[in-house]
């Protein structure tokens, strides 16, 4: 019954910004971690960033100064706002989450940076 679903993708130009999120429904008992990955057609699925329960982050180097990862706990959703987007930021982002011991993905929101 849990699910993750995303939303916030879209269209944007080089140097704008946008914002994801991942809401986790269900009967949830805990959540261990949660990540945002990303990718782009013909490449390797690519960890982005993750926030740890204790709302320490980590970002891959591609993206460190420019995208943000948080967590509202009291909505189960976890965000990943990317600012000064980059061509090379296009992609299908996709949120993961460990819930209740378990791993769940979600469906994938497309991110195209295009002029």
């Known amino acids: 019954q849990v699910q993750l679903v995303e939303s916030g993708g879209g269209l944007v130009q080089p140097g704008g910004s946008l914002r994801l999120s991942c809401a986790v429904s269900?009967?949830?008992?805990?959540?261990?971690?949660m990540t945002w990955h990303r990718q782009a057609p013909g490449k390797e699925r690519e960890w982005v960033a993750r926030?740890?329960?204790?709302?320490?982050?980590y970002y891959t180097d591609s993206v460190k100064g420019r995208f943000t990862i948080s967590r509202d706990n009291a909505n189960n959703t976890v965000y990943l706002q990317m600012n000064n987007l980059k061509p090379e930021d296009t992609a299908v982002y996709y949120c993961?989450?460990?819930?209740?011991?378990?791993?769940?993905w979600g469906q994938g929101t497309q991110v195209t940076v295009s002029s």
């Open positions: 993961f989450g460990v819930v209740n011991t378990k791993d769940y």
């Open positions: 269900g009967s949830i008992f805990s959540i261990y971690s």
């Open positions: 926030i740890l329960t204790t709302g320490k982050t």
